[in-house]
C-alpha cells in the first residue's frame, strides 16, 4: 500500500466516523414539539378531521426533509371536543405541562380565539389556519393562514359584485338570508351594505338563528320576494336545507351564494348547479401548477381516501391547514430559530410563498391581502370563476 | 314589517304543521314516559337518533326501502326500552335521578353515533325527497305528508288503546296508584317494561321519519330537546293526544313568526307559549 493510499483510507475513515457522529449528534437531539389542539369530536369534528390528516402529511413530510433546523419534528395534537373553554385549557396544559416549543392553532374561529388568549399570555407565536373575523385578532404575535384580509365585510361582497356585474346577467335585485353564526353574520352584513352602495334592490333580508330547524318559511319568503340572486349566510348544510325546501316547493334561485356550505355535501345537492362561494385553493390549475400543491394534493387524495373522510378533494379547508404549517416552517427557518420572539420578527417583515398564494402579515391584525376568489359548482364539481387567470381553461361564471 | 302573500301564508302553515307534527311523535314517547312510569327519559332522544341513523344506514348502504324499515326498527327499540326499563327499575331509580341517568345514556348513545358515522352531516337521499303533491298553490312533500299521517295515526290508536281497553285502564289505574292497581291485580313490572318498549318503538318512527325529512347529525340530537319538552308540558304528560295538538301550534306559530318576522324570532315562540300557559293556566300544564 503506498503512503498515499494509506493517507485516503485513513481519510476515509476518519470522515466516515466524524459523520457517524454528527449524524448521531443530530438524533440524539430531541424533537421539535408543536402543540395544538382540533376539534376530533363534537360538532366540529367533521371538518378538523380534515386539518390533523393535513397536519399528520405536512409533519411527515417535514421530517422526511429533514426537520426544522435539523431536529426531528413532533406533533402533540389534543382533541378539543369542539369546546371553546376545553381548547383554552388544553393550549395551557400544552405549555405549562406538555412545554412543547411552538403552537399551532386548533380549527374555527371560536377555539382559535380562546387558544390566542393563553398565546398571548405566554408570549408564544399562534399561527391559526381557520380565523374568520379579522378585527377580532388582537394579538400581536398571531399569524392567519385564512387570507380574508383585514376587512373582508367588505372586500369579499366587493370581488362577489365584480363577479356577478361581468357575468352575462349582472343582478338587479337581491335577497339576503342569513345565518347569525358569528363569522357568517358579519359577511352577511357587509354584504347587505355593499350590495345597497353599488345600486343592487334589496327584496329580502332575514336572519335565522344557528341550529334552525325548519327551513321550509324561510324558503317560502325567498321564493315569494322574487329576487334576481340570493345571498344565502349560511355554515355547514344549512345551504343544503335550505336548498332542498325550495325544491319541495318547486322554487330554483336564479343564481345563489353560499358563505360558507359544506364543499363535498354542496356539489352533490341537486339544486346547487351554479352555485356561488368563496375559495382560496381548489384542485385545478394555476392553484396546483407548483409542485409542492401538486404533490400535496395527491397525497392527500390518496389518504384521505384510506381515512374514510367523505370527501377526499383539497379544497379551502385542507389548503389552508397546509398554508400554516407551510407558515409555521417558513417563519422558523427565516428566524434560524424556536425563539417566538425571533419567529413573529420575521414573518412580519417577510412574505412566506405558499400554496395559496404570497402571504404578508404586516396590515391590521397581521391580515395581508384578501386572496378570496370566488368558485362556482359546475358539473358536480367546484371549479374557480373569478378572478379570471385563477379560473381552469374555458370556464365562466355561469348565470340561468 | 310587511304583511305577508296569502300565498307565504299558506305554505308557511301547512310548513308548521309538518314540523308540529314531528314535534308531536317525538313527544308522544316521551310523555308517555313521564306521565305514565314518572321516568324523564332524555335517551328517548338518543333513540330518536339512533333509529334515524340506522334508517339511513340500511337505506344507503343495503339499499332498503326507508319505509320499510318501521318493520325492522320498532321492533328491536322496543327491546331495547324494555332492557333500559328493566335497569331503571333494577336499581330503582327515582324520577329527578331518572333525568340524569337518561342523559348520560343519552351522550353514550351520541358518542356511538359519532364514532360510527362520523359528525359530518348525513342526508338520506330517497326517491321520496322528490315526491310531492299540489293543492293550488300550495305544495305538500311526501316525506313530511307520510310523517304527519303516522303522527296523528300513532297518537288515535294510543289514545283509543288507553281509552277503550282494559291495558291502557290498566296503565292509567298504574300512573294514578301503583300500588292500589298492584292490589288489584295489576302487574307493574311488567306494564312497565311493556310501556318503556312501546315508548322506544315510537322513538324509532319518530327517528325513520327524522331520517326522510332531515339532515342528521348527532350534535342535532339537543337541539330538538327543548321544543319537544314544551310540546309534552304543553300537551299534558302521559296525554296521547295532547303533545300532537301542542306540537303543531308551537311549528305553526314558529312557521308564521319565520313568515311574518325575522326567522330568528321563531324559537322564543314554544317557550313564549309555555310561558303564557304557566301564567293564565298553570293547573292546565304539565297534568
Given amino acids: ?400 | 314589517m310587511s304583511w305577508p302573500s296569502l300565498n307565504l301564508l299558506g305554505q308557511a302553515i301547512l310548513s308548521g304543521i309538518f314540523i308540529g307534527g314531528l314535534y308531536g311523535l317525538i313527544g308522544l314517547g316521551l310523555g308517555l314516559t313521564w306521565g305514565l312510569l314518572r321516568q324523564i327519559n332524555l335517551a328517548h332522544f338518543g333513540f330518536v337518533f339512533l333509529a334515524a341513523y340506522l334508517s339511513y344506514q340500511m337505506a344507503t348502504e343495503w339499499g332498503i326501502d326507508p319505509l320499510a324499515t318501521l318493520l325492522v326498527l320498532p321492533p328491536l327499540f322496543f327491546l331495547a326500552g324494555a332492557g333500559m326499563q328493566w335497569l331503571l327499575a333494577r336499581f330503582e331509580i327515582t324520577p329527578f335521578n331518572s333525568l340524569l341517568v337518561t342523559f348520560g345514556i343519552t351522550v353514550v348513545i351520541e358518542s356511538i353515533i359519532q364514532g360510527i358515522w362520523t359528525a359530518d352531516f348525513r342526508r338520506l337521499e330517497t326517491h321520496y325527497n322528490d315526491q310531492k303533491f299540489t293543492i293550488g298553490n300550495f305544495y305538500l312533500p311526501v316525506p313530511e305528508l307520510l310523517t304527519l299521517l303516522l303522527s296523528v295515526a300513532i297518537a288515535v290508536l294510543i289514545w283509543a288503546a288507553m281509552r277503550y281497553t282494559d291495558l291502557g285502564k290498566a296503565l292509567r289505574a298504574m300512573a294514578q296508584d301503583g300500588p292500589i292497581a298492584a292490589a288489584f291485580g295489576i302487574n307493574e313490572k311488567g306494564m312497565s317494561l311493556m310501556l318503556a318498549g312501546v315508548c322506544a318503538a315510537l322513538a324509532a318512527v319518530a327517528g325513520i321519519c327524522l331520517a326522510l325529512t332531515f339532515t342528521l347529525a348527532p350534535s342535532q340530537i339537543f337541539a330538538w330537546v327543548g321544543v319537544v319538552f314544551a310540546a309534552v308540558m304543553l300537551g299534558g304528560l302521559g296525554s296521547a293526544l295532547g303533545p300532537l295538538v301542542a306540537g303543531v301550534i308551537i311549528g305553526v306559530s314558529e312557521a308564521v313568526t319565520m313568515a311574518v318576522t325575522a326567522p330568528s324570532w321563531a324559537p322564543i315562540v314554544s317557550f313564549s307559549l309555555l310561558i303564557a300557559m304557566l301564567l293564565l293556566r298553570p293547573d292546565k300544564v304539565g297534568r
Fill in chain 1, 1 to 400: 500500500m503506498t503512503l498515499t493510499r494509506r493517507l485516503l483510507s485513513i481519510a476515509a475513515v476518519a470522515l466516515g466516523a466524524a459523520s457517524l457522529v454528527a449524524g448521531s449528534a443530530l438524533a440524539q437531539q430531541p424533537p421539535v414539539r408543536i402543540g395544538s389542539t382540533l376539534a376530533l369530536t363534537g360538532p366540529l369534528a367533521a371538518t378538523a378531521l380534515t386539518h390533523k390528516l393535513v397536519g399528520e402529511i405536512y409533519v411527515e413530510q417535514l421530517n422526511a426533509r429533514g426537520g426544522l433546523l435539523g431536529r426531528k419534528v413532533e406533533w402533540i395534537v389534543k382533541d378539543d371536543q369542539s369546546k371553546l373553554e376545553l381548547a383554552r385549557t388544553l393550549y395551557e396544559q400544552l405549555i405549562t405541562s406538555d412545554k412543547v416549543d411552538l403552537l399551532m392553532g386548533p380549527y374555527a374561529t371560536g377555539a382559535i380565539l380562546s387558544a390566542m388568549g393563553v398565546a398571548q399570555r405566554y408570549n408564544k407565536v399562534l399561527i391559526h389556519h381557520t380565523f374568520g373575523i379579522p378585527s377580532l385578532a388582537k394579538y400581536d404575535m398571531q399569524f392567519p393562514a385564512w387570507s380574508l384580509g383585514p376587512d373582508p365585510a367588505n372586500t369579499v361582497p366587493n370581488t362577489l359584485f365584480d363577479a356577478l356585474a361581468k357575468s352575462a346577467k349582472p343582478p338587479k335585485t337581491i335577497a339576503i338570508v342569513t345565518s347569525k353564526f358569528p363569522s357568517v353574520h358579519f359577511i352577511s352584513v357587509g354584504g347587505r351594505e355593499v350590495a345597497k352602495k353599488r345600486g343592487l334592490q334589496e327584496v329580502l333580508y332575514l336572519e335565522w338563528d344557528f341550529g334552525n330547524r325548519d327551513f321550509g318559511p324561510i324558503a317560502a319568503r325567498v321564493k315569494d320576494a322574487h329576487p334576481d340572486f340570493v345571498w344565502i349566510g349560511d355554515i355547514g348544510l344549512e345551504g343544503n336545507m335550505l336548498l332542498d325546501a325550495m325544491k319541495k316547493i318547486d322554487y330554483t334561485p336564479p343564481i345563489h351564494f353560499h358563505v360558507y356550505p359544506a364543499p363535498g355535501p354542496m356539489t352533490k345537492a341537486a339544486d346547487a348547479n351554479h352555485a356561488l362561494a368563496l375559495t382560496i385553493f381548489e384542485e385545478h390549475a394555476p392553484f396546483t401548477n407548483s409542485a409542492v400543491a401538486a404533490d400535496f394534493v395527491k397525497t392527500f387524495n390518496e389518504r384521505a381516501a384510506k381515512a374514510n373522510l367523505p370527501d377526499t378533494h383539497v379544497e379551502v379547508q385542507a389548503a389552508a391547514s397546509y398554508t400554516a404549517w407551510q407558515m409555521l416552517e417558513a417563519g422558523v427557518r427565516g428566524a434560524g430559530s424556536f425563539d417566538d420572539k425571533a419567529i413573529a420578527a420575521w414573518l412580519h417583515k417577510n412574505k412566506v410563498n405558499t400554496i395559496t398564494g404570497n402571504l404578508r402579515f404586516d396590515g391590521p391584525s397581521n391580515y395581508g391581502d384578501d386572496l378570496m376568489k370566488i368558485k362556482q359548482v359546475q358539473d358536480g364539481r367546484w371549479v374557480v370563476v373569478y378572478p379570471p387567470q385563477f379560473a381552469p381553461l374555458n370556464v365562466k361564471l355561469q348565470v340561468q
